[in-house]
């Protein structure tokens, strides 16, 4: 797998990307905006890194966890009930993320495997 070329990794960076901008367009509930920032943020950074060094199914890994998290993010900042449009604006790239995630760790691991044959050490 060269670098920069893995769809799914690309898909988590404009979730985060998407993540952030949100913040444009909904109203500030309790923490939201720091759940907000800091999960886009993360998401964006862990995107780069796997499109940057191809084939660390670890680091696929962080990005599925990274996900979660961001799912998470509306019940850990309190703000999943009252405000539905501020939770769907986390929820929703959450999901895409970590549904690109998941299919980006069997191309990893194949190239990890590819680079590090078993019993070569």
Do not use: C
């Not at 990794?9 to 913040?23: E, I, K, Q, R, S």
């Not at 964006?44 to 998470?72: D, K, R, T």
Request: overall charge neutral; glycine content about 8%.
């Amino acid at each position: 797998m060269k670098r920069w070329t893995a769809w799914q990794n690309w898909v988590a960076v404009a979730a985060g990307v998407y993540t952030l901008l949100a913040m444009s367009w909904t109203t500030a509930v309790g923490s939201s905006m720091a759940y907000m920032l800091t999960g886009g943020i993360v998401l964006i950074v862990v995107g780069v890194i796997n499109l940057a060094v191809p084939g660390m199914p670890l680091a696929e890994w962080v990005q599925v966890v990274v996900s979660l998290l961001v799912i998470a993010a509306p019940w850990f900042g309190s703000f999943a009930s009252g405000t539905p449009d501020v939770a769907l604006n986390t929820w929703i790239p959450g999901v895409v993320a970590l549904i690109a995630s998941v299919m980006a760790i069997q191309p990893a691991m194949k190239v990890y495997h590819e680079h590090h044959p078993v019993g070569s050490h």
